[in-house]
């Protein structure tokens, strides 16, 4: 009998045992859960649309809708990261204090104040004042252009090293005047000052003041611009008003003339 006693205490043991070690080995549930959010703005509260969130820990992400909404898995311990255009970005540790339960949690994005420098606008008086303007225009180095800059005094380097004795001197052989790029600037630079007298002599001598001075039109004052047959470098080199004044005075003539003619017709 007390051996049955003893017996039945023991399987009393051995049960309760494996009881708690069921207990102790039972599948954790998992703690990941899906929350959802609202995106807004932090002064008016107005929704913020495709915003980019990221689970920084869980490398999962999404795009909020055009109402702000958007929904992430986020358990105890991620990070999400939200940024949007025009925004400051922000970043959301999970502590514990999001419950999947609740209908959504509203998250403020900061709008960013972006700063632009002051923009000067000034008038030139004449062209020529814009061209020495802006060919003395100095503009911020690129970085190609900065690269390109120290390659350029790489191969100076190099070529400095490099033992030039044996070639020819300046004076030594046949001399083929002005390099290539030297005569194409000044070409250049012959353009643009025969454009330049050009721009002068239309503004001082056209058939418009022409025809104000003396009323002419049509054929006639065709037949008179003819007739004045003024050099380009007179009328850029003589003020408006010498300019004038010898149109009338040439006008004078050419009435003269006209009324010759026509007497002699007659």
């Not at 311990?77 to 970005?89: C, E, K, N, R, V």
Request: proline share 3%.
């Amino acid at each position: 009998m007390r051996k049955w006693f003893h017996l039945f205490w023991l399987l009393v043991i051995i049960a309760s045992n494996r009881s708690l070690t069921a207990q102790v080995l039972l599948p954790v549930p998992d703690s990941l859960r899906v929350i959802n959010f609202r995106v807004t703005d932090y002064y008016t509260h107005e929704p913020i649309g495709l915003a980019h969130v990221m689970n920084i820990t869980q490398k999962k992400g999404c795009i909020s809708d055009l109402l702000g909404y958007f929904s992430i898995p986020f358990k105890l311990g991620d990070s999400l990261s939200i940024t949007a255009i025009g925004y400051h970005t922000k970043h959301v540790l999970n502590w514990g204090q999001f419950n999947k339960d609740t209908l959504f949690y509203e998250l403020t994005l900061t709008p960013k104040v972006y700063q632009i420098e002051e923009v000067k606008i000034s008038r030139f008086s004449t062209y020529d004042r814009f061209l020495r303007e802006f060919a003395n225009l100095k503009l911020t180095k690129t970085k190609e252009t900065k690269q390109q800059e120290v390659i350029q005094l790489y191969f100076l380097k190099i070529t400095k090293g490099l033992n030039l004795r044996n070639l020819p001197k300046p004076t030594m052989g046949l001399s083929f005047g002005k390099d290539w790029y030297q005569k194409q600037n000044e070409k250049v630079a012959e353009a643009i000052e025969k454009d330049r007298k050009k721009r002068i002599a239309d503004r001082k001598f056209n058939a418009g003041i022409v025809s104000s001075l003396t009323g002419l039109t049509g054929n006639e004052l065709q037949d008179f611009m003819e007739f004045l047959n003024f050099d380009e470098n007179y009328i850029v080199t003589s003020t408006d008003y010498e300019i004038r004044e010898r149109i009338l005075d040439r006008f004078k003539e050419f009435e003269t003339a006209k009324k010759g003619e026509n007497n002699t017709k007659k």
